[in-house]
Nanobody, 128 residues
Framework: QVQLVESGGDLVQPGESLRLSCAAS????????IGWFRQAPGKEREGVSCISNSDGSTYYADSVKGRFTISSDNAKNTVYLQMNSLKPEDTAVYYC?????????????????????WGQGTQVTVSS
């Protein structure tokens, strides 16, 4: 069965970095798109970034562009989200999700309804 497990969330100070991991099992990443979403307290879940493993296309929300980098290690069946220059407004639970549809493009914001399988989330807190 498809399973996604996020890890790497932590409490950090503004300006610091974190790397989140999304380990996939039950399927291979090669033909899937993986999205990273986040949900802050009292807010809706929003798409942050995605990567298409079929052609390497990536997307970043404007709020994280230039600070976050998504990458995929297909040998490890794991997708990473490197987060630099973290801000308090990045505080949220971060989720990864998978879809077999090739929907990730540089201009297409990932939508919740497009992703079939979800991880349990990992907490990122940015505070001084």
């Amino acid at each position: 069965q498809v399973q996604l497990v996020e890890s790497g969330g932590d409490l950090v100070q503004p300006g610091e970095s974190l790397r989140l991991s999304c380990a996939a099992s039950g399927f291979t990443l090669d033909y899937y798109a993986i999205g990273w979403f986040r949900q802050a307290p009292g807010k809706e879940r929003e798409g942050v970034s995605c990567i298409s493993n079929s052609d390497g296309s990536t997307y970043y929300a404007d709020s994280v562009k230039g600070r976050f980098t998504i990458s995929s290690d297909n040998a490890k069946n794991t997708v990473y989200l490197q987060m630099n220059s973290l801000k308090p407004e990045d505080t949220a639970v971060y989720y990864c999700a998978a879809t077999p549809d090739d929907l990730c493009t540089p201009t297409h914001s990932p939508a919740l309804v497009e992703y079939d399988d979800w991880g349990q989330g990992t907490q990122v807190t940015v505070s001084s």
